[in-house]
């Protein structure tokens, strides 16, 4: 309670613990510490500091950091740790409350953060495009039936609805990259609202943490949530549309249908139905998905109603970001193993190919192109023979094979070595951003102090 004792004095345990954001603090403790240093780096390098009390200082919360978790009577982890630099230092360890606030500090940490976990997810979302890719090419003609409203439509394959995926994880990338450059910029030396009057140098500051851009406006840096919101509603509408698919894997492996089978580790059974397989991974991460809308729509509520400035209300959205984070990647390494031992059963595929006139629209197509005579009329003639089960159609597979325009299931092959290439690239690239934002974060934590 170190910040409101001389104004406030102190207050009940009780409305300590409700308002403080230590328990959540947990999760940005790292990055708290990681900005403090290069903050006092600043002060040091403008002449506010004794360079021999921001070594010490800088000493002091290298040891912190490796402390055990944050109190419970503290109102945040900023508190806490210029609290402990005081008892380790006496006075001097003030000097970390010059030219900062925790509005400007808290906003780096989560930045910090979450440009971490966002460089973790598009590794996971780049190896699941190569699962999916490998998948795709091994099942390029295994052919299932087609459905939309959940009635038998058109023959494919088991190849083309993973390149459906494939092509949402694509685009999720392409919007992953843009919230990623919203992220990466530095609200550091913003202070409170509208800045201090220590002549920080923010490009510097932001340059020693290893962001690309700067967050301009003091009052955007500290107050607004844009970038977190903006990365949270990228990942779940892409959660919602992967839920989409796992409902076509839960009806695929209904006994009725049976289209396909998974390995046995990602099924469960009943405590009382011995023959049950319950599809357990595709269940559990369908209900997941709907606990992330539900995190992101608490984000929302939580943030709507704020001025523009900052507000204790934001700390609690931030915990609600990290946990759509936590599930994306959690759901999204499980789908990746599933994808990956994913097998057709031919023979209960074929049964459904043939029990249904599915190839009746390429079959019309065919007699319209063959005979001269307008699709619509062939398409009443084609309905007329459906209706009283006197339909000859296509075969199925020659069907598909047919079909070489960009995107169909019969012209899939070129595709996908093309994109196998560049998901190893995308992983590649990421995997080489995440381990220099992770070396600038070592080197600061890690750097020997020389001065005495």
């Known amino acids: 309670m170190m910040y409101r004792e001389e104004l406030l004095g102190s207050t009940s345990p009780d409305i300590m613990r409700y308002t403080s954001s230590y328990a959540d603090d947990a999760d940005i403790f790292r990055e708290t510490i990681v900005a403090m240093i290069v903050h006092v780096n600043e002060l040091e390098r403008i002449g506010v500091i004794p360079p021999m009390d921001a070594s010490r200082i800088r000493q002091a919360l290298r040891e ?74 091994r099942h390029a003609e295994d052919l299932m039936p087609g459905s939309t409203h959940k009635q038998p439509a058109q023959a494919t394959t088991l190849g083309h609805y993973l390149l459906y995926l494939d092509d949402l994880s694509r685009d999720f990338l392409g919007l992953w990259l843009s919230n990623y ?43 607004s949530r844009y970038y977190m919101l903006s990365a949270a509603a990228n990942v779940v509408t892409y959660l919602v549309e992967l839920s989409r698919f796992l409902n076509n894997i839960q009806m695929w492996l209904m006994p009725q249908l049976s289209y396909i089978n998974i390995e046995k580790k990602h099924l469960a059974t009943s405590s009382i139905m011995p023959h049950k397989r319950n599809p357990a991974t595709v269940e559990v991460m369908r209900a997941r998905i709907g606990e992330a809308v539900g995190h992101l729509m608490a984000m929302y509520a939580i943030i709507r109603p704020l001025e523009a400035g900052y507000e204790l209300d934001l700390q609690e959205a931030t915990r609600h970001v990290w946990s759509i984070m936590r599930i994306a990647m959690e759901g999204i390494s499980m789908l990746t193993d599933l994808i990956i031992n994913i097998q057709v059963n ?101 750097e020997v102090d020389q001065k005495k």
């Not at 360890?93 to 500090?105: I, K, Q, T």
């Not at 919203?182 to 800045?195: F, H, Q, R, T």
């Open 346 to 446: 031919e023979a209960n595929t074929s049964r459904d190919l043939s029990m249904f006139p599915i190839t009746a629209a390429e079959t019309a197509e065919r007699e319209s192109i063959d005979s001269s005579i307008p699709f619509r009329t062939v398409y009443r003639a084609m309905a007329e023979k459906i209706r009283s089960n006197n339909f000859s159609g296509l075969d199925p597979l020659n069907s598909v094979k047919s079909k070489q325009s960009l995107g169909a299931p019969g012209a899939l092959g070129p595709s996908i070595k093309a994109r196998i290439d560049e998901a190893i690239n995308e992983e590649a690239t990421i995997s080489t951003m995440l381990k220099a934002v992770m070396d600038i974060e070592e080197r600061i934590i890690g």
């Open 181 to 223: 450059c919203i992220v990466n910029k530095s609200p550091l030396g913003a202070g409170p609202l509208a800045g201090t009057i220590i002549n920080l140098d923010r490009a510097r500051e932001a340059g020693e943490l290893g962001f690309l851009d700067i967050a301009e406006n003091t009052i955007y840096a500290t107050g």
């Open 64 to 137: 912190i950091i490796n402390e055990p978790g944050v109190p419970g009577n503290y109102e945040d982890v900023h508190e806490y740790v210029e609290a402990r630099l005081i008892e380790k230092l006496g006075s001097v360890g003030g000097w970390v409350g010059l030219g900062r606030s925790r509005n400007d500090h808290v906003a780096a940490a989560i930045r910090l953060r979450l440009r971490k976990l966002m460089l973790l997810l598009g590794i996971n979302v780049a190896r699941f495009r190569k699962a999916l890719l490998d998948s795709a090419a």
